[in-house]
């Protein structure tokens, strides 16, 4: 009886088929997403952006404004940001090609040095060769060029992202009935969206005034090393806080290597203990704090998300890689309470009590 009972409640189709038809799903959604990533970036970066400054046309609305007057509020803050975001990489970008061609000798001859050594220690002189040629000042010169007439040329990202915006506003001042509405057939997926946005809203405040803290101390901190350009590596360094746990160390090279052709290694060496410090202490210690549960991802999850969101969306994926795996999270993993047992494994701090509740559905 015991065997013929088993053989009944056995799944029609085997657990590895089912395994193996669900990645394959997941393949060919992942390779729709980088054909629609042209799409995709600026309609999620504008929705993040209106969830981020949410509270503030909420704020005149309970005190008896229209309500269009807090959505055209928050479409004109965001709007602000992203003109801000791209000016403020343009003029880096601008005053980096106006100064680094004065520093071109002594990027040379550290190069020659390094070869140098390369050589001794036993690399073929072609390989050296066709390393000082892809480094040469010259060509780096060449590529922020390039980055810099690709920030000029964000028009289509813009207006992408003005339109959505524009639609995104409108739409949000019957966004509370809608959430009702779901929430009344799918109260865990309404939930689950609310949870969303107050992850995400979390999300870019903290990031966005922990980089400017970051900023301005490494900032200060160039500045009294008499560091060239120290402005323009602390605006590096506050954008570089976008892309979780590895952003600063990518910031960190060019202010050491001005550092280094400026006023010597000891300088270079005063400058990556300082960032390095800085990082650790409010990024890897003192942010995870404030944030806690809120955000709701480790800082595992944090990192891998930024390897995977960048080959799934290209260069931007890494500024969201955090929202969307947010996103993701919500819809597939805290919408169903059969799924939400992988929190353990995602959340910052996984709550015993949530697992529970999960093992008895």
């Known amino acids: 009886m015991t065997k013929e009972r088993a053989e009944q409640d056995a799944p029609l189709i085997p657990r590895a088929l089912l395994l193996l038809v669900g990645i394959a799903s997941a393949w060919l959604a992942l390779q729709g997403m980088q054909a629609l990533a042209p799409l995709i970036v600026p309609v999620f970066l504008a929705l993040n952006l209106l969830i981020a400054v949410h509270p503030v046309g909420a704020f005149f609305t309970k005190r008896g404004l229209p309500a269009i007057f807090g959505a055209l509020l928050n479409m004109v803050l965001v709007l602000l940001a992203l003109f801000s975001f791209f000016a403020i990489i343009a003029w880096a970008i601008a005053q980096l090609v106006a100064k680094l061609p004065e520093y071109s000798g002594e990027f040379n001859a550290l190069l020659a040095d390094v070869f140098d050594q390369l050589g001794r220690l036993g690399m073929g002189q072609q390989q050296i060769n066709d390393w000082v ?6 060509n780096i010169m060449g590529v922020l060029n390039q980055a810099l007439s690709s920030v000029s040329s964000v028009s289509g990202l813009l207006g992408t992202a003005v339109a959505v915006l524009i639609f995104f506003a409108l739409d949000s001042l019957t966004l509370r009935d809608r959430l009702s509405v779901v929430a009344l057939r799918h109260s865990a997926v309404a939930s689950a969206l609310l949870e969303f946005s107050h992850s995400v809203r979390t999300y870019w405040i903290v990031t966005t005034l922990f980089g400017a803290v970051v900023a301005a101390i490494d900032g200060v901190f160039l500045w009294w090393l008499g560091v060239p350009m120290p402005a323009v590596w602390a605006v590096l360094l506050f954008l570089a806080n976008y892309i979780p746990n590895i952003g600063f160390v990518f910031a960190m090279v060019p202010p050491t290597l001005m550092a280094l052709f400026a006023q010597g290694v000891p300088t270079a060496i005063a400058v990556v203990a300082v960032c390095t410090g800085v ?60 799924a939400r047992w992988v929190n353990a494994f995602l959340a910052a701090e996984p709550s015993p009590k949530e697992v529970k509740s999960t093992s008895d559905v």
């Open 133 to 138: 040629s892809k480094f040469d000042a010259s």
């Open 279 to 338: 990082a650790m202490v409010l990024q890897g210690l003192v942010q995870p704090r404030v944030t806690g549960k809120a955000v709701g991802v480790n800082a595992s999850v944090s990192f891998l998300s930024v390897l995977f969101w960048s080959w799934v969306l290209g260069a931007a994926g890494a500024l969201l890689s955090v929202p969307m795996t947010l996103f993701m999270k919500s819809l597939l993993v805290d919408a169903d309470p059969r």
